[in-house]
Every structure is written in C-alpha cells, then in structure tokens.
C-alpha cells in the first residue's frame, strides 16, 4: 500500500495517474452539450450505493472508469453557456494549475511551520485585496472557506467588539454590566434582500434568530436608508444596542448594491459595525469599468470577498478582511502544542491566530497563479463582460410579452416570471413556475434558479459565464415558456 503515499519513489507514478483523470476531464468537458443530463435522484443514487467500498479496485484506470459512471458522466458543469442557476461560475486554468499543485504539496495554512512560503503569499493576497477595497494600512484578513463562514467570522469580531465597548461604557459610567446581559439587547440591522447567513450566524453566535433586523428594500431592492435611520434611533430607544448593519454589495437574488455610503454614516452616527457582504460583488474590486459601483466599501469594518464567484475561481476561495487588524484578536487562542503566545512575541507569522478553522487548505495559491498569469485587468473584464450581458438580458426578457423582470440588473442576475395568456388563479401561475423550473432541470437542457419575490414564485438566470450569449437567453426563454404553457394546458384541462 505504500506505492500509493506520493514522495520521491512515486514521483512517476503521480504524474500518469493524475494526467489519467486531467485527459478523462478534459474529454468530458470537450464533448459536453447540455449542462448535465437531466438524471434522476432515484436513478443514481442506486448504481452509487451499490458499490462496495470494502472491495477496492487497486487501479487508478480503473477507478477513474467507474467514476465516469457515478460522477463525470452526469455532474453538473457550470462551464456550459447555459447554466444560469446559482452563483457558480466556469474558473480560469491557472487557478486549476494552482489547485493542483495545493492538493498534491497539502500544505496546512494554520501554523508557519506547516506552511512556509504559503503563510506569505495568503498574507499579501490579503494585503492586495485589502488596497483594493480601500481598508487603510491597519487593514488585515483571512482566506475561509466561503461567504457563509466570512459573515460569520466578521460578526462574531462584531459581536465582541460590541460587548467591549458596552461593558467598557458601563465601567465608565460607574455601573457594571456582564457580557451575558449585553448579548441578548444586541441587534444586527440587514436588508430583507440580504444572504441567510447573516441569520444563521446569529444564531450560531448566541444572539437568536430574533436580533437580526430585516430593513426593506427600496424599488431596486436595495437596502431602505430611510428605514434603517428609524430602526436605528428604535433600537436605541428601546436600550437596544446596534452592533452592526450588514450591507450587501451584489444580492444573491437581484445583484442589488446597497447604499454603501448612506449606510456607513448611519453606522457610525449609532456606533454599530459595519460589515460589507460582497461574496458576489467583489469582483467589481477588478473591473476595469465599474469599481466606482462599490463607492463606500471602504468605509467598512469587515467584508467578505468570494473569489469563488466573481474571480472565475474554484471552490473554495474566500477571505474575511477588516479596517482594524487589532479586532482579529477576538478569534485568537493559544495552544502550547500549536501557537503558543511566544510565537506572536516573536513575529513567526501563524495564521490560525486570525482563523476560526485550525487546519485549512492553501487556497490562496489559486488567486495567485491566475494574477500572475492573467492580472487584475483580466479577471475584470471576465466579470465585465457578464455584467453587459446581464444588461442585454434584461432588455431581451423585457421586450418578451410572455415574461415580466422584477428589476434592472446592477451585476448579473435577472429575475423574472413567465406570464400566462388570461385570467389564471395565482397559486396556479406560481405552479407554472415551478413546473417549468424542474422540467427544464429534469431535461438537462439548461440550468436556472428560482425565488420568491412578495410572496410569488419567479424564475432566476445568475450570469457568470463570459460564454453564454443573448442567444442562449432567449433559447432557454422559450424552453421556459413551452414547459409553463404545457403545464397549464394539462391543468387546465383536468379541471375543465
């Protein structure tokens, strides 16, 4: 079994076996034409469970043929011009060059002695993006595992941050307070557009679902300043205490930007952190074009930036940054065996003193490779170009009387909903769009999301792909349409 453990004497036999599964990639992607196939659940979960993992194949050929079968064959590939689903974007090849070379070297980011050369390039990565958003020199971060994990790391340092100031308030005020009585008048403001994690992470951070504070959207489904002023001077006088407002820059439903300056200035009038989720939007940090989009992110506490969206990077790559390196502290623990405190005394750079994950992967080295080969200016113009094509979209969505689109895109979702001819019961219609939806998905045709937008079903394209072209819009339009109006005839008819 030792022949399988990658080092020197199997130096050779690592290069056959990991070019055998790059050509059985490459010949999938070479010869995909549709998104995926349109299997079933019960279909393949059967052929899956019926392989006996106590009876191994002992060839790597061989195991890369059965794979063929359970995964390659049927995945779903969002490099196809027609996955308009989630925000799952097709990655550059330096960044697979990149993973490569992680997964077999394996280095572990938690400890400098795990991960030297490693350590350096995440922290200049960091430092490159930290300049980007405009933090200032104070500025630091960590790469995570995604969106979700950074807008919970950023409010836990939210959470503490505002414990510190509420206690060290009451102690000059000659009171006493406990950080177990703070926790439950704590309050985070958000929009109602913005992601679930917020509200998970409340949760998970002891605050409860309850503290989080869903603030309207305006028309363009942003974040309604107005009524976050009147929640704010609520909340305090209700002896509530604000710690943060959440803007989004680039909603997963709409791609909506929330008014970044206007909000920071209300943080700051009420003293509440600041955190910018920008997991979608980050990628106008490199466009050549539309940075000014992100006018005020700089005025953030924390963000969360996803190169695993919008820099055409593989899963995963994440990274939490904030102004002031100083709040990272509130994630820091000193293990005798791992990071002792000798260690900061003595400048060895461990990023598990900034991390809630000990062991983490190196995957900062994807976003390396593609800035070294492609630069700044070509990952944005990537993001760019789906950006133009979102607006070419909606101008199409717009001039087709079978459909109506909620908003205009500031990024690159469109959402929209399938018209039917005539008067129809509404909960009908809803089940038109769903229908449509799953048969679409069911056919292995194309790929598209869906929401809810004021309690109606709609249908949802996020655009990621440089690829995918009006064409193939107005393609999976019709599609859309035939699946809603075959729908509707079959019901209609049954209950006629």
């Avoid at 008014?259 to 940090?285: F, K, T």
Wanted: proline letters at 4%.
């Amino acid at each position: 079994m030792r022949t399988h453990l990658l080092n020197e004497t199997t130096a050779d036999l690592y290069r056959r076996s990991v070019t055998e599964g790059v050509d059985r990639v490459a010949a999938r992607l070479s010869t995909t034409r549709r998104p995926h196939t349109g299997i079933s659940v019960d279909e393949l979960a059967p052929v899956i469970n019926g392989i006996d993992l106590d009876a191994p194949l002992a060839d790597t050929a061989a195991a890369l043929a059965e794979l063929e079968d359970v995964y390659l064959r049927d995945a779903v590939y969002f490099h196809h011009p027609r996955y308009l689903g989630h925000l799952n974007c097709p990655v550059v090849i330096p960044a697979v060059v990149g993973e490569a070379v992680l997964s077999a070297v394996n280095s572990s980011l938690d400890t400098w002695d795990q991960s030297i050369g490693g350590t350096l390039i995440e922290r200049r990565l960091i430092d490159w993006t930290a300049r980007r958003i405009g933090l200032g020199q104070g500025a630091d971060g960590v790469f995570t595992s995604g969106g979700s994990q950074s807008n919970f790391h950023a409010l836990l340092l939210a959470r503490d941050e505002a414990c510190r100031t509420v206690m060290q308030r009451a102690h000059e005020a000659g009171t006493a307070i406990t950080k177990a009585e703070v926790l439950p008048k704590l309050r985070i403001f958000t929009s109602e557009a913005s992601h679930f994690s917020v509200q998970k992470s409340a949760a998970m951070l002891g605050l409860g679902y309850e503290a989080v504070i869903c603030v309207p959207v305006d028309r363009n489904r942003r974040m309604d300043t107005a009524v976050l002023a009147l929640e704010l001077e609520s909340c305090a006088g209700e002896a509530l205490f604000p710690m943060a407002v959440v803007a989004t820059a680039g909603t997963t439903d709409f791609g909506s930007i929330d008014p970044l300056p206007e909000i920071a200035r209300l943080a700051e009038e009420h003293s509440a952190w600041m955190h910018v989720d920008a997991a979608y939007g980050c990628g106008l940090l490199v466009s050549p074009t539309r940075r000014h989009l992100l006018a005020g992110i700089e005025k953030a506490d924390s963000v969360t930036v996803d190169y695993h969206k919008s820099f055409f990077q593989p899963v995963s790559s994440s990274a939490m940054l904030v102004r002031d390196r100083h709040t990272l502290r509130h994630a820091t623990y000193h293990a005798d065996y791992l990071n002792p405190r000798r260690m900061a005394e003595e400048r060895i750079p461990n990023q598990v003193d900034k991390s809630i994950q000990t062991t983490r992967r190196f995957d900062a080295l994807k976003l390396w490779m593609t800035l070294r080969v492609m630069g700044a200016d070509g990952i944005g113009s990537l993001f760019d170009q789906v950006i133009d094509l979102a607006a070419a979209g909606y101008e199409v969505i717009a001039a087709d009387p079978r459909f109506e689109v909620v908003v205009e895109p500031q990024i690159s979702t469109l959402v929209f909903r399938y018209l039917p001819a005539g008067e129809l019961r509404p909960d009908l219609v809803d089940e038109a769009q769903l229908h449509a939806r799953k048969a679409l998905f069911a056919s292995g045709e194309a790929v598209v999301a869906g929401t809810k937008v004021d309690g109606k079903q709609y249908l949802k394209f996020t655009l990621l792909n440089p690829q995918t072209t009006t064409a193939d819009i107005a393609a999976v339009l019709d599609l859309l349409a035939a699946h809603a109006e075959q729908f509707l005839g079959e019901s209609l008819a049954v209950h006629h």
